[in-house]
C-alpha cells in the first residue's frame, strides 16, 4: 500500500498543552495535506504542503515535511477541547492521486 | 459560497438491494471524487473524474459499484445488489485542481445494509 501512516494512533492530552502527529508514506510524493474530522463538520481540510516546501504555519498548526525520511508532522499548538478530531495525512503522488492514512485520534481534555 | 452536497445523509437497505448516492460538488470544481470510509479508517478513494471522465476507477469495485457524472457536475454512485461489506461512509468531495489543490468534502452518506 502507498497509503500514509499516522502515528500515534490516538494521543489524549490536557488543553493548553502542546498535540504532535506524524505522518510517514512510501513514495515520492507532489504535496501531503493534513485534514480534520469530527462529527459535527465532517473531513475539513488544514494544510497542504508542497514537496519542495520544508514548513509552513497556518494559526496555532505548524507543518513540516522531510523528503529524504518520506515524513512529516503536524504540531497544534496551546490546545483546546475543540481541537478533538481524528486527524488524517493524504498524500497526493504521481497522477494526482491522493491516498489517506488511517489517522491519529486526538482527545484534548478540558 | 455552497459546500459539496451530498444526499440521502443516512441509507439503511437490505443486503441485495440497489442503492444510489448523488453529490453535487462546488461551482467550478472539475475534479470530483468518491471515498469509501470505514469505522476506525481514513477515506479510500473509489474513483475520481477530471470533468466528465473518469480518470482513476482502480478502486472501484466494477462488479456492483458505478457511477456517472453527467455534464461534469453532478455525480452518483450506485451499488447494486449491495452487500453487508458495504456499510460505510460514502463521501463526496471536490476540489478546483486535481490533487494540486484543497479537496472540499460533503457531509456523507451512511450506509448500513442489513
Known amino acids: 500500500s502507498q497509503q500514509g501512516e499516522e502515528d500515534p494512533q490516538a494521543l489524549s492530552i490536557q488543553e493548553g498543552e502542546n498535540a504532535t502527529m506524524n505522518c510517514s508514506y512510501k513514495t515520492s510524493i507532489n504535496n501531503l495535506q493534513w485534514y480534520r474530522q469530527n462529527s459535527g463538520r465532517g473531513l475539513v481540510h488544514l494544510i497542504l504542503?508542497?514537496?519542495?516546501?520544508r514548513e509552513k504555519h497556518s494559526g496555532r498548526l505548524r507543518v513540516t515535511l522531510d523528503t529524504s525520511k518520506k515524513s512529516s508532522s503536524l504540531l497544534i499548538t496551546a490546545s483546546r477541547a475543540a481541537d478533538t478530531a481524528s486527524y488524517f495525512c493524504a498524500t497526493a503522488f504521481g497522477g494526482f492521486k491522493t491516498i489517506f492514512g488511517a489517522g491519529t485520534r486526538l482527545f484534548v481534555k478540558a | 459560497e455552497a459546500g459539496v452536497v451530498q444526499s440521502p445523509r443516512y441509507k439503511i437497505i437490505e443486503k441485495k438491494q440497489p442503492v444510489a448516492f448523488w453529490c453535487n460538488p462546488i461551482?467550478?470544481?472539475?475534479?470530483l471524487y468518491w471515498y469509501r470510509q470505514n469505522l476506525g479508517q481514513g477515506p479510500e478513494l473509489l474513483i475520481r473524474y477530471e470533468n466528465e471522465e473518469a480518470v482513476d476507477d482502480s478502486q472501484l469495485p466494477k462488479d456492483r459499484f458505478s457511477a456517472e457524472r453527467l455534464k461534469g457536475v453532478d455525480s452518483t454512485l450506485k451499488i447494486q445488489p449491495a452487500e453487508l461489506g458495504d456499510s460505510a461512509v460514502y463521501l463526496c468531495a471536490s476540489s478546483r485542481v486535481q490533487g494540486e489543490s484543497e479537496a472540499f468534502f460533503g457531509q456523507g452518506t451512511r450506509l448500513t445494509v442489513v
Open positions: 504542503i508542497r514537496s519542495n516546501e
Open positions: 461551482s467550478g470544481h472539475n475534479t
